[in-house]
């Protein structure tokens, strides 16, 4: 049986996702195969919109190209900020929360991720500009603490797709006397798991 991490749904929910009704009974490998195809769609979501949708606390590092502004990955929350000023490879400047602000201010309040940090005019550092990795942040990455809810019902019609894939392994599900049915092979081609997707307010324009 596969275990299930950082999954956008659940076994439960793919189940009831299969059959509605409860009446469907289900065996041990069955349902390891459920679980091993919701795990394979929350990370094929990770890759496809480049962010992940579940809090990771993480040490990252970035160059700055300005002093005064630092574009970051999807940030939920910094523990820590600092900065390696004379290219040392030492961070000894730790600055203050009153040093810093994370942008866009509005983030939290509507559901999304911080992207980049400014400094404050009236406090006491600017970033090192030019100097490789020499802004350590320390805080909780993610796009969110709980996948949304585009993102879940994303995840179950991908999972429910790739489960049934082992009654079609070649695309196809039938017999030629009793019909056969094409099944859509290419993932992106799916026009409501990409349209779910697309909903996500992803980070597309700074590079990670």
């Not at 809810?149 to 695309?171: M, N, S, T, Y």
Request: net charge negative.
């Amino acid at each position: 049986s596969v275990t299930v991490t950082n999954g956008y749904a659940t076994l439960a929910e793919l189940m009831a996702q299969i059959d509605a009704t409860g009446a469907a009974s289900f065996t041990a490998d069955e349902m390891a195969g459920m679980e091993t195809a919701i795990e394979a769609a929350s990370r094929w979501i990770d890759a496809q919109t480049g962010t992940r949708f579940y809090a990771a606390s993480e040490t990252r590092y970035y160059t700055a190209d300005w002093s005064d502004l630092l574009y970051i990955d999807d940030l939920l929350s910094v523990t820590t900020l600092a900065t390696d000023d004379d290219e040392d490879g030492t961070y000894e400047t730790t600055w203050a929360v009153t040093d810093y602000v994370l942008e866009p201010r509005n983030a939290a309040l509507n559901g999304k991720p911080y992207r980049q940090i400014r400094y404050t005019p009236n406090g006491d550092y600017s970033f090192p500009r030019g100097v490789r990795d020499g802004v350590k942040v320390v805080g909780s990455f993610g796009y969110a603490s709980a996948a949304p809810p585009v993102v879940e019902q994303a995840c179950l019609l991908l999972a429910h797709r790739l489960w049934r894939r082992k009654d079609a392994i070649f695309g196809v599900a039938g017999t030629p006397a009793l019909g056969v049915q094409v099944v859509q092979a290419k993932i992106t081609a799916d026009a409501d798991i990409m349209a779910l997707l697309s909903a996500v307010d992803v980070n597309r324009i700074w590079p990670r």
